[in-house]
Nanobody, 123 residues
């Protein structure tokens, strides 16, 4: 499975970008997907995940209410809508995938990782 994340860049505090992650190499609807982020000097943390059919989603407490994960199984893409960005949201955002029907939160639950997209929030 190959994952290509996009949609990051230099943004202003308060902006609401949508990150995308395009998948290939396996039937997308058989994959559970997740988003993680890694801030400078910190460990990679869970942000959100979605089950293969999209019915089950899970969010980290730190972003709940500001982030929405969704997927389009026709376009083979998972999205992360991040609202009202703050400087502390600055990080490299990674998408991840694994086979399975659930919504997974642990890093070691995922088998495939994208290269990440940098989001830098200026105040």
């Amino acid at each position: 499975v190959q994952l290509q994340a996009s949609g990051g860049g230099l943004v202003q505090a308060g902006d609401s970008p949508r990150l995308s992650c395009a998948a290939s190499g396996r039937t997308f609807s058989s994959l559970s997907m997740g988003w993680f982020r890694q801030a400078p000097g910190k460990e990679r943390d869970f942000v959100a995940s979605i089950s293969w059919g999209g019915r089950s989603t899970t969010y980290a407490d730190s972003v709940k209410g500001r982030v929405t994960i969704s997927r389009d199984n026709v376009k083979n893409t998972v999205y992360l809508q991040v609202n009202s960005l703050k400087p502390e949201d600055t990080a490299v955002y990674y998408c991840a995938a694994r086979g399975g029907s659930h919504s997974y939160t642990a890093m070691n639950a995922y088998d495939y990782w994208g290269q990440g997209t940098q989001v830098t929030v200026s105040s």
